[in-house]
């Protein structure tokens, strides 16, 4: 299609604009009319009302590229895609999609992380509120179980101690989240230690994902290892008690306790009960949170990384020694 401007205005006005007076080609040149050329085209000249008057030249149709009608005389050609330039297009998709998801996966497990450690800062003030109301004395809570998990585990019965202090009120429930890590997806029964698809989130552990570092309180046996002085955990301590507040673990996701990580899915592989150096969200006395690398020594590989403390190179430990 070809498109030729030829206009002109004369010296009247009108509150639409100018009049056009339209232009003449070889006798031709009435607004509205056609006219062939020697190319087999034809001229329509259109006029505009702003003053302007086209001049289109279109091509006519051949009789057997006509309408079922014989209806219509101006030929019309529309490109379309051949199979090769689909699938260099499919092929571009695929590409981009295998650069973009990992990028896209990644930002989601940092959001998530990000939202952890919120929820754990939180839950942390909550537990220093509590102190703050209570002498000095961290939550406390005699006769829980040292080696099971459960309402009565002293990773856990700090919930209910602490939770009015972050705004929580009545029975623990599914929606409290702020006690919910969202990369929460999966968890270690507590029998054999055998991987379950589920959430540490659920009603027998008083629906939180995040521990206490409240052992000490147990009626049963403690766990011994050779060489070991202090005892971990902080079961009727006060907080200026702790001598490494910077240091001593306070609230940390319930995976850190053994450990696994429930970020970038680390599962615990078939005969251990831990991940070294696995990653996890915790937080200090001193109010801070932190994602750190967790120790777990393969020779107790029957124990919970929490029952000892780490090498000094890590940054932190379990007890307030």
């Known amino acids: 299609?070809?498109?030729?401007?030829?206009?002109?205005?004369?010296?009247?006005?009108?509150?639409?604009?100018?009049?056009?007076?339209?232009?003449?080609?070889?006798?031709?040149?009435?607004?509205?009319s056609r006219a062939p050329t020697e190319t087999g085209h034809y001229r329509i000249y259109v006029t505009f009302r702003a003053g302007c008057c086209y001049s289109i030249r279109m091509k006519p149709r051949?009789?057997?590229?006509?309408?079922?009608?014989?209806?219509?005389?101006?030929?019309?050609?529309?490109?379309?895609?051949?199979?090769?330039?689909?699938l260099v297009v499919i092929a571009v998709i695929a590409i981009l999609a295998a650069i973009l998801l990992p990028v896209l996966s990644k930002s989601k497990e940092q959001a998530?992380?990000?939202?952890?450690?919120?929820?754990?800062?939180?839950?942390?003030?909550?537990?220093?509120m509590y102190a703050s109301d209570?002498?000095?004395?961290l939550p406390t809570a005699p006769n829980t179980g040292d080696n099971k998990t459960g309402t009565n585990s002293f990773q856990i019965y700090y919930k209910a101690l602490t939770k009015s202090y972050a705004g929580l009120q009545g029975p623990s429930s599914?929606?409290?989240?702020?006690?919910?890590?969202?990369?929460?997806?999966?968890?270690?029964?507590e029998a054999n230690f055998t991987y379950e698809a589920q959430s540490f989130f659920q009603p027998d552990?008083?629906?939180?994902?995040?521990?206490?570092?409240?052992?000490?309180?147990?009626?049963?046996?403690?766990?011994?290892?050779?060489?070991?002085?202090?005892?971990?955990?902080?079961?009727?301590w006060k907080l200026a008690a702790i001598r490494s507040p910077t240091k001593t673990l306070l609230v940390t996701e319930a995976a850190a306790v053994w450990p696994w990580s429930w970020h970038g899915f680390q599962?615990?592989?078939?005969?251990?009960?831990?991940?070294?150096?696995?990653?996890?969200?915790?937080?200090?006395?001193?109010?801070h949170a932190s994602y750190v690398s967790m120790y777990f020594d393969?020779?107790?590989?029957?124990?919970?990384?929490?029952?000892?403390d780490p090498p000094d190179n890590y940054d932190y430990k379990w007890c307030g020694n």
């Not at 998530?112 to 220093?128: E, F, G, P, W, Y």
């Not at 008083?206 to 011994?224: I, K, L, V």
């Open 174 to 189: 599914a929606q409290d989240k702020l006690f919910d890590c969202p990369s929460d997806m999966f968890c270690y029964g």
């Open 1 to 32: 299609m070809f498109l030729e401007r030829n206009w002109t205005r004369n010296n009247r006005r009108s509150r639409c604009g100018w009049y056009a007076t339209p232009s003449f080609a070889k006798g031709y040149g009435r607004a509205g």
């Open 205 to 236: 552990n008083d629906y939180t994902s995040y521990g206490y570092n409240g052992q000490g309180g147990a009626t049963t046996e403690r766990y011994a290892i050779a060489d070991q002085t202090n005892f971990p955990g902080l079961f009727g």
């Open 62 to 86: 051949k009789p057997s590229e006509r309408g079922v009608h014989g209806r219509g005389n101006l030929s019309c050609r529309i490109a379309a895609f051949t199979l090769i330039e689909l």
């Open 267 to 287: 599962t615990v592989p078939s005969g251990q009960r831990g991940i070294n150096d696995s990653k996890n969200v915790v937080s200090f006395p001193d109010g």
């Open 298 to 308: 393969e020779d107790y590989y029957y124990l919970a990384c929490c029952r000892y």
């Open 112 to 128: 998530q992380r990000t939202k952890c450690l919120s929820n754990v800062k939180q839950i942390n003030a909550a537990v220093l």
């Open 134 to 137: 209570n002498g000095d004395m």
